[in-house]
């Protein structure tokens, strides 16, 4: 079965760096979302992409977060500079098209320790 | 906007046992709702779905959920419990007529399943 990928899988950076996460959708899902899931918590949803656009990022902390899908394909989420706080497991899903007969796939996920 | 609380952070059982992992959810509008399960290290996978029709849905290992609208809850049972089923457990809702994709979720459920 097709998966979506994300690299790397573990990341530790110190504070004030930059880092930055990959994922690489199920082939011909046009709707990709990166959710991000503090240890003890829920995920919560940052940004979301049909194709190459972004459709909602309201929740995408702005000042140090940035994501982009150029190609409409995979995806890149970036941080600069990190804190300590988005210490987090960040992950990707991507979904045929975003309706309700389009069920969600989940990667692994990038695990960030900022230290 | 809409709200998820899952009333146990954790729940001990013991195989071959029942098991109910409570969750309420606030919304002025529609919702779809869902329950994710997540094992050590990987991502979400989808355990079952309520869109519409009948409030009673089923997954295919054991596993089902009830819609009540009055008490706005989606409470997860398994009749019986394996050692395999020790995992984290997610509900989550999302507008009806909007992104599928766009969830809010709980704060999670750790089942652990004892011999």
């Known amino acids: 079965e097709a998966e979506v990928a994300q690299s790397p899988r573990y990341k530790i950076t110190e504070k004030s760096q930059a880092v930055a996460f990959w994922c690489d959708p199920i082939?011909?899902?046009?709707?990709l979302y990166w959710y991000r899931q503090i240890l003890g918590q829920g995920p919560e949803l940052l940004v979301q992409?049909?194709?190459?656009?972004?459709?909602?990022d309201s929740q995408l902390p702005k000042d140090r977060f940035s994501a982009e899908r150029l190609k409409g394909v995979d995806s890149t989420l970036k941080i600069q500079p990190a804190e300590l706080g988005d210490s987090a497991m960040y992950l990707c899903?991507?979904?045929?098209?975003?309706?309700?007969?389009?069920?969600?796939?989940f990667g692994n996920g990038t695990r960030l320790t900022v230290t | 906007a809409q709200s998820v609380t899952q009333l146990d952070s954790q729940v001990p059982v013991f195989e071959e046992a029942p098991v109910e992992l409570r969750c309420n959810y606030s919304?002025?509008?529609?919702?779809?709702l869902f329950w994710y399960v997540q094992y050590p290290n990987q991502g979400l996978q989808l355990l079952l779905k309520?869109?519409?029709?009948?409030?009673l849905v089923e997954s295919i290992n054991g596993f089902e959920a009830e819609f009540n609208k009055s008490q706005t809850s989606f409470h997860l049972r398994k009749p019986s419990v394996h050692i395999s089923d020790t995992a984290e457990y997610f509900c989550?809702?999302?507008?009806?007529?909007?992104?599928?994709?766009?969830?809010?979720f709980g704060q999670g459920t750790i089942l652990t399943v004892h011999p």
């Open positions: 082939s011909g899902h046009a709707t």
């Open positions: 919304s002025s509008v529609s919702v779809y």
């Open positions: 309520y869109l519409s029709g009948s409030t």
């Open positions: 899903a991507s979904s045929l098209n975003g309706g309700n007969n389009s069920p969600l796939h």
């Open positions: 992409f049909q194709d190459e656009s972004v459709v909602d």
């Open positions: 989550a809702v999302s507008e009806s007529g909007t992104s599928y994709g766009k969830l809010t």
